[in-house]
C-alpha cells in the first residue's frame, strides 16, 4: 500500500522502514535492524496463519474471525471461496483507521468482508453476532499476535467467549510468548531500542500466569 495514495500522513516512524533487505554486510541503523528483526519474524508467522486459514476453507469452514486483526491484509491479497465471510475484529481506532487507509486505496477484497470494532475485554461476542457472525455455523478464529497483550484474566475470558460462540467443526490457531517474563528481563535491550522508535515491544506485553491453553480449550463448555 503506497505512502502517497493514503488520505493520512504516515507517522515518521513508518516512513523511515527499510523497503529492501540490505546487501550482506551493508550498514544499517538500528531502527532498521529492528524492523528487519521484525520482519523476519512477521514473514514466518504470516506464512503460517496463511496456511491456518486455507486449511480451514479446505475443510469447508466458511466463518473466518480474525480477532486482533490490525493491519491484516488477508482478505485482500488471499484466494477466497464466493461464500466465505471474513471477520476482522479490533479495537475501534484501529478499525477506523484503517478503513480510512482503504477508502483512500479504494482496495477491493476478496471475500465479504466485515470488520467489528470492539474491545476484545469487553463483550465482543455481541459485537460481533450484531455483524453477522452464525454461531450454529462452524468458524475459523485466529488470533495472531494477540494474547500478549490482553491480560490473563481477559485471555481467559476470550478463550471461553470463543468455546462458547464455537460449533461443533470449528477451530482456532494462536501464539504465544512462553515466557514473557524472562523476555522482559533478556530483551532489555530490544526494549530500549524499540522504545526509543515505537513503543516498549516487551514491556508493552503482560507476563502474567497463564492457564494452559490446550487445558482450557480442551474441555468441554
Ligand atoms: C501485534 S498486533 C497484531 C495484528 C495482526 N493480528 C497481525 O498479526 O498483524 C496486536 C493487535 O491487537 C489489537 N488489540 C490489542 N488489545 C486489544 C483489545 N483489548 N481489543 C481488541 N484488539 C486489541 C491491537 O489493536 C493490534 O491491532
Redesign the pocket.
Known sequence: MSAAGCARPWPSVLARHPTRRPAEGEPVTDQQALHLHGSRY?GV??RF?DDVVRDALRGGVRQIV???????TRAFRLDWPADVTLYE???P??IDFKEDVLRGEQAQPGCRRIAVG?????D?PAALTTAGFTRSVPAAW?????L???PAD?EERLLRQIHQLSAPGSRIALDRIAQVNRLTSDAAPLDQLSSRHIHPIVGGCYGDPRWSRCALLGRRR
Open positions: 512477521i508467522r504470516s496463519y480474525l480477532l486482533a486483526a490490525g493491519l491484516d475484529v479490533d479495537q481506532q484501529m470492539t474491545d476484545l475485554r469487553e465482543w485466529v488470533a495472531e499476535g494477540l500478549a497483550y490482553l481477559a
